[in-house]
């Protein structure tokens, strides 16, 4: 469990979402955004939503270093979006990538804390403070709560709805076992772990309906099932480890 607790954050959630930075015309006329991770004459590989997709250069039309649309700092999302030169994949993710951004962004938050909190912790184990433990306690708590109101804050599109309101619950089991890990409640942690694995695998599942529905690259989809099929595994995993010592 020590080994869980010192990576507390966001393996449940970082394979689903992530911000665009870049996108890829592909000849069969889609379009995928994301963040080009590596580049060569041969092929380009691609970050979308935390999975690394290798497209090859026989495939790729055009390489764009700019999104179709950048939510940074925004909420709410934009007025208008020009989308009639999109097919129906393109058309919608533009529309609704606004939203995936403010949950990566949400993520980001939590990520840096998690190294402050990492370091902290370790200095901690060396040189026992009753002081700083109950100080970092203390900001754990603000910090995690903070994340959580800010995610629930969030007001995703229409029919992302559903999708939002699992990975809520699931954000909102990982926050109580991030502070029951911090304060030693190892047996509650777990459990809050465990729920949390169990609401992030249901909220795979509906946003691979979700991207089958508005006609995803194929590539896309399997890289989510992939991940889901990951995701599933930990859950086994931390399923399989109650009762151990």
């Known amino acids: ?26 000849k069969t006329g889609k379009v995928v955004q994301g963040k080009i991770v590596e580049e060569t004459a041969d092929f380009v590989k691609l970050d979308f939503q935390g999975m690394v997709i290798t497209y090859y250069a026989d495939q790729i039309a055009q390489i764009k270093k700019e999104p179709l649309y950048s939510g940074k700092n925004q909420s709410q999302p ?13 058309s919608w993710i533009s529309r609704v990538n606004w939203y995936f951004e403010q949950v990566a962004a ?3 938050s939590l990520m840096i804390y ?11 184990r060396t040189n026992p403070n009753k002081a700083g433990l109950q100080n970092l306690l203390s900001q754990t708590n603000q910090v995690v709560n903070a994340g959580l109101n800010k995610f629930k804050g ?37 459990q809050n772990l465990q729920k949390s694995l169990k609401a992030s ?6 946003q691979i309906k979700i991207y089958k529905y508005h006609g995803a690259p194929d590539e896309i989809i399997n890289a989510l099932q ?15 480890s109650r009762g151990r010592k």
């Open 201 to 206: 695998v249901a909220a795979a599942d509906e």
């Open 226 to 240: 992939q991940s889901r099929s990951q995701l599933k595994q930990k859950a086994g995993i931390v399923v399989g």
């Open 1 to 26: 469990m020590k080994k869980i607790v010192t990576s507390l954050f966001l393996f449940t959630f970082l394979f689903l979402f992530s911000a665009y930075s870049d996108s890829l015309v592909l």
């Open 78 to 90: 934009p007025e208008q979006i020009q989308t009639e030169s999109l097919n129906d994949w393109d």
């Open 114 to 124: 998690q190294r402050e909190f990492d370091a902290q912790a370790r200095q901690l």
């Open 154 to 190: 969030i007001k995703p599109p229409a029919e992302l709805i559903k999708l939002h309101r699992t990975m809520t619950e699931s954000f909102r089991f990982l926050s109580a076992f991030i502070i029951n890990a911090a304060n030693g409640n190892l047996a509650v942690a777990k």
């Open 106 to 108: 949400t993520e980001r």
